[in-house]
């Protein structure tokens, strides 16, 4: 199955791009990895093919944002709303979703990426709940690239959450409501301990953030790349990023002369 996908990928970005200086390369990046449906469709093939190629192009970017120092990556692999989707795509998804932690687990591992997942698991059977908690477990002292993987996963959802853990704290007397602040509500997020979205990439064609990382985008920069995920390669990747280099992030303040 790789190898027939794999001659279908390789319509991304074509041009040599270098790879930006450090200092202006995000520390956070974040994808929405949208249109594997509509690849598929485009090949008449079904989306469940469209999500198997999706994965072959995670690989690479994975590699690449390991390689290259990037300090944390998110990706929105499936949402709280994604359960409305056909029972066949999501039951298809769900064994995706196994057989690339399984499959990719070992090599995340050796490059030191420590894996966490942004969700609910709990509404996951008991498999693949367990290949989820089983992959944080064992990369959970890794010292490498950071890897965010929201299934199951609401932006708004993960405010009310981080909101509901302050409130339990007051009421157990922990802390008083005067000690919640911006930086104690990052501290329940799921990403807590990393930095704010520099830069979200989404995939597609389509113009919006999908409830997705709502509280770290507050100052993000967006690119809206047309190309269907499976066709977003290192190129066009590294195109990004060069893009997100020459952009001025004033943060809502003034640039100084």
Same mark, same amino acid.
């Given at each position: 199955m790789r190898l027939k996908l794999n001659k279908l990928l390789g319509r991304g970005e074509k041009k040599e791009y270098p790879v930006p200086p450090a200092q202006k390369l995000p520390g956070h990046i974040a994808f929405i990895m949208d249109g594997n449906g509509r690849w598929a469709k485009q090949r008449g093939l079904p989306r469940s093919a469209g999500h198997s190629a999706g994965t072959e192009a995670l690989r690479e970017i994975i590699r690449t944002c390991s390689d290259i120092g990037i300090s944390s990556m998110s990706i929105y692999a499936f949402s709280t709303e994604n359960w409305a989707r056909?029972?066949?795509?999501v039951q298809a998804l769900m064994k995706l979703i196994n057989r690339y932690f399984l499959s990719e687990i070992d090599e995340l591992d050796e490059k030191g990426v420590r894996i966490t997942i942004m969700g609910d698991v709990d509404a996951f059977e008991e498999e693949q709940r367990s290949v989820l908690l089983r992959a944080m477990e064992r990369t959970k002292n890794n010292q490498g690239l950071k890897l965010n993987i929201a299934l199951n996963y609401g932006g708004r959802a993960e405010i009310v959450k981080? %909101?509901?853990?302050?409130?339990? %704290?007051?009421?157990k007397g922990e802390m008083s409501p005067d000690q919640i602040d911006m930086d104690a509500l990052s501290g329940h997020m799921y990403t807590a301990g990393q930095g704010d979205v520099d830069?979200?990439?989404?995939?597609?064609?389509?113009?919006?953030?999908?409830?997705?990382?709502?509280?770290?985008?507050?100052?993000?920069?967006?690119?809206?790349?047309p190309c269907y995920w499976p066709d977003y390669n290192r190129q066009t990747l590294l195109k990004n990023l060069n893009q997100f280099a020459a952009r001025d992030r004033r943060f809502g303040k003034v640039k100084e002369k």
């Open positions: 056909p029972a066949d795509e981080a %909101a509901q853990e302050l409130a339990r %704290a007051c009421a830069l979200l990439i989404r995939t597609g064609g389509d113009e919006r953030i999908s409830n997705f990382m709502l509280w770290q985008s507050w100052y993000t920069e967006i690119i809206f790349e």
